[in-house]
């Protein structure tokens, strides 16, 4: 069996020199890596056939004759004796020809026995075909690994090329369209991400004048902020809201805002408080001095069976705000704090208090967090704190929530408005700083603003 040896770098350049040398019907052995390089070991078609067994009808399976291995006649019986040939006479100057010499006796030749042949060792067929099971499920594994290195490389140079592409594009419609690129900046300046700048510059109506074109943008903005109009809506119905959001967004003040609403609107008795902070020290008393100014009882609940007790027992109560613990949105506590208050048996509609000064990033990662199967709006708080709001209408966008109230401040209940969509956006426009991005880095951004699926549904018209 002449099995032989292949190193090369790479597997396709090994299994390329054992086609050369062995041929198409070569068989693979083993295939490893040695050293950084690839060894594999083949045996030739023809060496591997020869391995295998015979076939019943074949002549190499009938028996081997059987041998006479007695001791032999003597040669004499079957063989003339041999007779030694006379030397040839030596010529002497003087002398007389040399005697002849004596003829030999004949010597019999002795039998030499016949030792048959050792047989060869037995080939482990299935050891072979598991050595070739091996070297096939590795070259696949090899020339799959190859072929998604190839695939990421293609990949990455074609993202390359539509960055490039994007900058050549962007940077002819900064010359060719340069109210576009005035619309993006006022955009990126006023905190708006910038898939939503590129999104509605692209849909920018053909015009010349930055000014309209600052306009359109404005009111499209306005349109796309789902604001509750009147707040009959939330404080007639009625019902069981609890305010959810991260630590530190105001949770605790905003609600004393709309009890002392409530209470305004209904009288103390109408309304009933729940706290479930029961982590920070004091947490529950802060909600109870609120509740003693407006005479309205705080409950203090630990847990979903204390929470539906005190629910069933406030039933008949028209409004109950529940003051949820903060929770950072990357806890798991907030799974289970949504699971909470969907399983207590009574429709509990969640209003998420979003903080103004966070980043569009941010406040998106407490959406997807605090959303569960729905939220029924959202407040943003601590307008007087942030430098701009885009970022939080941006996200009040994105997310198509239903904008309840808007809080700019710690007094109680002035501090908290019905959010007003014009007035918000001109907020968010008003005493911008300088453009964060040159000419140079606009195209740049713009090629690497990936289109957002969930703008889809903004309206333009």
């Known amino acids: 069996m002449n099995v032989k040896k292949f190193t090369a770098p790479t597997s396709r350049e090994a299994l390329r020199k054992v086609r050369e040398t062995l041929g198409p019907d070569a068989v693979i052995l083993s295939n490893r890596a040695v050293d950084g390089a690839v060894e594999?070991?083949?045996?030739?078609?023809?060496?591997?056939?020869?391995?295998?067994?015979?076939?019943?009808?074949?002549?190499?399976?009938?028996p081997a004759p059987q041998l006479d291995l007695?001791?032999?006649?003597?040669?004499?019986?079957?063989?003339?004796?041999?007779?030694?040939?006379?030397?040839?006479?030596?010529?002497r100057a003087s002398a007389r020809p040399a005697p002849a010499a004596p003829r030999a006796a004949a010597r019999p030749i002795a039998a030499v026995p016949i030792v048959p042949a050792p047989a060869a060792p037995a080939v482990d067929m299935d050891r072979i075909s598991s050595l070739v099971a091996e070297a096939v499920?590795?070259?696949?594994?090899?020339?799959?690994?190859?072929?998604?290195?190839?695939?990421?490389?293609?990949?990455?140079?074609?993202?390359?090329?539509?960055?490039?592409?994007?900058?050549?594009?962007?940077?002819?419609?900064?010359?060719?369209?340069?109210?576009?690129?005035?619309?993006?900046?006022?955009?990126?300046?006023?905190?708006?991400?910038?898939?939503?700048a590129r999104y509605m510059t692209d849909k920018l109506p053909s015009t010349r004048d930055s000014a309209e074109a600052l306009q359109w943008m404005r009111t499209v903005l306005a349109r796309n902020i789902n604001a509750m109009n009147n707040e009959d809506a939330l404080l007639e119905k009625g019902g069981v809201f609890a305010l959810v959001g991260p630590t530190g967004v105001g949770k605790t003040t905003t609600t004393a805002?709309?009890?002392?609403?409530?209470?305004?609107?209904?009288?103390?008795?109408?309304?009933?408080?729940?706290?479930?902070?029961?982590?920070?020290?004091?947490?529950?008393?802060?909600?109870r001095i609120y509740g003693k100014?407006?005479?309205?009882?705080?409950?203090?609940?630990?847990?979903?069976?204390?929470?539906?007790?005190?629910?069933?027992?406030?039933?008949?109560?028209?409004?109950?705000?529940?003051?949820?613990?903060?929770?950072?949105q990357r806890d798991q506590m907030v799974a289970e704090?949504?699971?909470?208050?969907?399983?207590?048996?009574?429709?509990?509609?969640?209003?998420?208090?979003?903080?103004?000064?966070?980043?569009?990033?941010?406040?998106?990662?407490?959406?997807r967090a605090y959303q569960g199967s729905g939220l029924a709006g959202a407040i943003v708080t601590k307008l007087d704190e942030?430098?701009?709001?885009?970022?939080?209408?941006?996200?009040?966008?994105?997310?198509?929530?239903?904008?309840?109230?808007?809080?700019?401040?710690?007094?109680?209940?002035?501090?908290?408005?019905?959010?007003?969509?014009?007035?918000?956006?001109?907020?968010?426009?008003?005493?911008?700083?300088?453009?964060?991005?040159?000419?140079?880095?606009?195209?740049?951004?713009?090629?690497?603003?990936?289109h957002d699926p969930m703008l889809r549904e903004v309206r333009f018209g």
């Open 40 to 62: 594999i070991l083949a045996l030739a078609g023809d060496d591997a056939a020869a391995l295998a067994p015979h076939s019943p009808d074949s002549p190499m399976s009938a």
């Open 70 to 91: 007695a001791p032999a006649a003597p040669a004499a019986d079957y063989a003339p004796a041999l007779v030694s040939q006379p030397a040839a006479p030596v010529v």
């Open 137 to 196: 499920a590795s070259a696949k594994a090899t020339a799959a690994a190859e072929m998604t290195s190839m695939m990421s490389e293609l990949r990455a140079m074609r993202g390359m090329m539509e960055t490039q592409l994007n900058e050549l594009a962007f940077a002819n419609t900064q010359q060719r369209e340069p109210h576009k690129t005035v619309v993006l900046r006022e955009l990126l300046a006023a905190g708006f991400s910038a898939s939503l």
């Open 257 to 287: 805002k709309l009890a002392a609403r409530c209470v305004m609107r209904h009288g103390p008795e109408k309304l009933a408080l729940i706290t479930t902070d029961a982590y920070r020290i004091g947490a529950h008393e802060q909600l």
């Open 293 to 328: 100014i407006l005479g309205v009882m705080v409950h203090s609940v630990k847990d979903e069976a204390d929470l539906r007790i005190a629910l069933n027992e406030l039933r008949n109560k028209h409004t109950v705000l529940i003051d949820t613990v903060g929770v950072s």
């Open 337 to 367: 704090q949504v699971a909470m208050l969907q399983g207590v048996g009574t429709d509990v509609q969640r209003i998420l208090c979003m903080n103004a000064t966070s980043t569009q990033e941010t406040l998106s990662e407490v959406v």
């Open 386 to 450: 942030a430098a701009s709001i885009g970022s939080a209408l941006d996200v009040v966008i994105r997310h198509k929530l239903r904008l309840f109230y808007a809080s700019n401040g710690q007094r109680v209940p002035e501090d908290l408005h019905l959010a007003d969509p014009a007035a918000l956006v001109e907020r968010a426009f008003g005493g911008l700083a300088a453009s964060k991005y040159g000419d140079a880095e606009l195209p740049l951004l713009m090629a690497g603003a990936a």
